[in-house]
């Protein structure tokens, strides 16, 4: 199989490459000082239709292959990692809906996130819950033709900015994972947001609490099946992963790229630092690193677009994840070495890739889960 980009695909790099230099990259700095959402970056994003990547056709968006996705993803998180998942959370919200929410509901909520009028969150992990997912206490009662959801969760992407929560609550906490519902919350339906987290990296992505006290829920708000969620919470991360490895290439690409620059124009004893081949060695590794990231994201993606024919989305997905994210960190933190005391200033961009990458290798699954998934894929 060849993971090359068609013509297509490169034309649509090309454009994604000056779009970010120009609309994007520009705000990172400061709205990661501030912590605050890079609205301007947001917006620009919808007016090149970006949200409608990953929504179908049927339903007003693009219909993207996963390849093209993850080029935006990198792409995105080459010029700011916050943007980049702030365009990407709602299509991790939705990925429930389209493939297993009624007609009903994704004519009501799919156009709209894909016009990108409005935006979604997914609400998996708890205080208590992260990678256990079958320890949520987060409960969802039946009553007549609705659902009274109690419980809170914790490490939310979009806390109180997106419109639309899938949440996914116990409705038989004795069956543990099998006991596990899906669930589309409105945020007007009484969700509330406490305080957001004050994060190492990812500043300009507002994280935080969602917390459910007595909120009514319509059946026909359910997504799946009673006892479905832990099925539909593990399909959809099978194919949100690989692109937290394209956000973590990304990142990587712009560690080299700034630190290539930097090499060409410091000069130390007499000449460019970029002439020493202890640090040309450096850079040259970081670069393998990354080209090797990125050619396993692709490899997941296109399982993705063929519909999994081998049966190897779930092994893939968390190669791809571990391995970019692993790489990221690394050739960030690389890139700071290379600027020496520099590097650590917040003068210079290489600091923030390093916080960033770091999120990276916890989130959709720790690096250390993914290891676990892996394993057992090769022991089955």
Known sequence: MSFDLNSEQRAFRDVMRSFVDERVAPHAAHHD???TFPQESFDACVEMELPSLGIPEAYGGAGAD?????IMAEELARGCASTSVTVLISKLGMLPVMNFASEEIKREYLPRVAAGEIQSSYC????DAGSDVASMRCSAVRDGDDYILNGSKYWITNSGVSDTYTVFATTNPEARSHGITCFLVEKGWGVEFPAH????GLRASPTGEVVFNDVRVPASHRIGAEGDGFKIAMHTLDRSRPTIGAQAVGIAQASIDYAGNYMKGRKAFGAPISELQGLRFMLADMAIRTEAARALV???CAA???????NQLTYLGAAAKSFASDTAMSVATDAVQLLGGYGFTKEFPVERYMRDAKITQIYEGTNQVQRV?????LLK
């Open 33 to 35: 000082r501030e912590q």
């Open 124 to 127: 998996l992990s708890e205080a």
């Open 373 to 377: 998934v892996v394993s057992k894929h």
């Open 197 to 200: 987290e004050d994060k190492m």
């Open 66 to 70: 996963m390849v093209t996705q993850a």
């Open 304 to 310: 993705i677009d063929a519909g999994d024919p081998d």
């Open 298 to 300: 692709y490899r997941a």
